[in-house]
């Protein structure tokens, strides 16, 4: 059984990481692979039981996710839809593309610490189209994005889901985790933006046409509140999570509720027509489904490797086989490049306890840092990766080309300067 999943996976990923050259788009490759993985651990699981309780619990935990998507893109399609970015955009004034990169890098990377790396990543892309009128630019900035989100949830207890487990869990501490992995984070982005300042000298943004839409304008106080309500909701996830220990999902769509609200009563004297494309259920029909789709395959596909334990079993030969813990830990950042992190952490978390290894210890701290930003190493490698590659139509090869060994100088200077600082500290 645990060969024929193996396969099944490598082929669907492989099919979604060939999908224009055999012209099968990824959406489809994914939810083919997904049904294929868990058909076959059915069969072969033969304890129906067990694994409808096991399918239960991934499409609780994709939903959860999926949810939290629809929501926070639908918030950013309202806030274009009122030109709300227009607030940031105004402000934005330097016309050199190193300065620009380097602006959105750290606002993103700060900004992703405060919300999280997949909501950050689509706010901050949708700003970029705000920003260049270049498609090639645009991908470029987007990829960085992605970069950026995922260093910036590293050192935040509620940046990245993986560091949320780990802190939910009590392998971490939000303080101690923000004093261990704040530089070595930071030194993941500017390594990057270091060696992408020179390949953008003497490159100037090229802003996108002005479009009118519709013939109807927004007021300024429509503007500002649709754009400090949405942008206030978004950073008040965390803080919902926190105090009423719900799942991030339900503050979006409680949020998304307050902001439908507002909108009906701040729009109801409009005439329809002008009323309708400021509305939630146009921005509802302006997301885009296809990635929602592909979101949910690789993610459901992704959990029947957790559940047939092969990652399980992956972590412990590694600890037998490599014996060093920093190389163990180092090669499952690389391997969350691959396969997605949380299960990966997941899979950490029960293999060592804490007993052996207690809170804020080399072992979690360094887990952190690896799996929240060996992701970036691949476009579908993290949340943030997938939704970039969504709404930039990202293509996984450009990534690999152009991006990957940015993100792999990042990560392995991360890692020395974690491993260094450690050793002074300790």
């Known amino acids: 059984m645990i060969g024929a999943i193996v396969v099944i996976f490598v082929i669907a990923y492989a099919a979604i990481a060939l999908e224009h050259p055999i012209k099968i788009n990824k959406s489809a490759s994914a939810l083919v692979g997904a049904g294929l993985l868990w058909t076959v651990y059915a069969v072969w699981s033969g304890d129906h039981a067990l694994v409808e309780r096991q399918l239960n619990e991934s499409v609780s935990s994709t939903a959860q996710i999926v949810f939290f998507l629809i929501g926070a893109m639908t918030i950013v399609e309202v806030i274009d839809a009122h030109n709300g970015f227009e607030v940031i955009t105004s402000l934005i004034r330097t016309r050199k593309q190193v300065t620009l990169m380097w602006l959105v890098g750290f606002v993103t990377f700060f900004l992703s610490a405060v919300l999280d790396n997949l909501t950050t990543t689509i706010v901050m892309i949708s700003l970029m ?13 987007a990829a960085m994005i992605v970069i950026a989100a995922n260093a910036g949830g590293a050192w935040s207890a509620i940046g990245d889901v993986t560091t949320t487990m780990l802190w939910i869990g009590g392998q971490i501490t939000p303080l ?31 802003p996108p046409p002005r479009v009118e839409q519709d013939g109807f304008q927004t007021s300024l106080f429509e503007r500002n509140l649709t754009f400090f309500l949405g942008l206030g909701i978004l950073v008040m996830v965390p ?15 409680f949020g998304l509720g307050i902001l439908w609200t507002v909108g009906e009563l701040v729009h109801r004297d409009k005439e329809d027509d002008e009323k309708k494309r400021l509305t939630l259920v146009h921005a509802l029909t302006r997301i885009d489904m296809g990635s929602i789709v592909f979101f949910i395959g690789i993610l459901l596909a992704v959990a029947t490797l957790e559940h047939a334990h092969i990652l399980e079993k992956l972590a412990k030969w590694l600890d037998s086989s490599v014996g060093r813990q920093d190389i163990i830990v180092v090669m499952l950042g690389l391997l969350s490049a691959i396969v997605d992190n949380v299960p990966l952490v997941a899979a950490s978390m029960g293999m060592y306890s804490l007993t052996q290894y207690p809170p804020d210890s080399f072992l979690w701290e360094f887990i952190a840092y690896c799996a929240g930003t060996g992701g970036s190493i691949l476009i579908i490698g993290s949340a943030a990766g997938v939704a970039a590659m969504a709404l930039e139509k990202i293509h996984f090869f450009w990534y690999v080309r152009r991006i990957s060994g940015l993100a792999l100088l990042g990560y392995f200077g991360g890692v020395a300067a974690y491993i260094v600082q450690y050793q002074l500290l300790h």
């Open 176 to 206: 101690a985790i923000l004093k261990a992995l704040f530089l070595p984070s930071l030194i993941n982005l500017v390594v990057p933006l270091l060696v992408v300042s020179f390949q953008l000298r003497g490159q100037v943004v090229v």
């Open 129 to 141: 189209k705000k920003l260049l009128g270049d498609q090639r630019d645009r991908l470029f900035f």
């Open 239 to 253: 803080a919902f999570k926190t105090i009423t220990h719900l799942p991030p999902f339900m503050g979006i769509l």
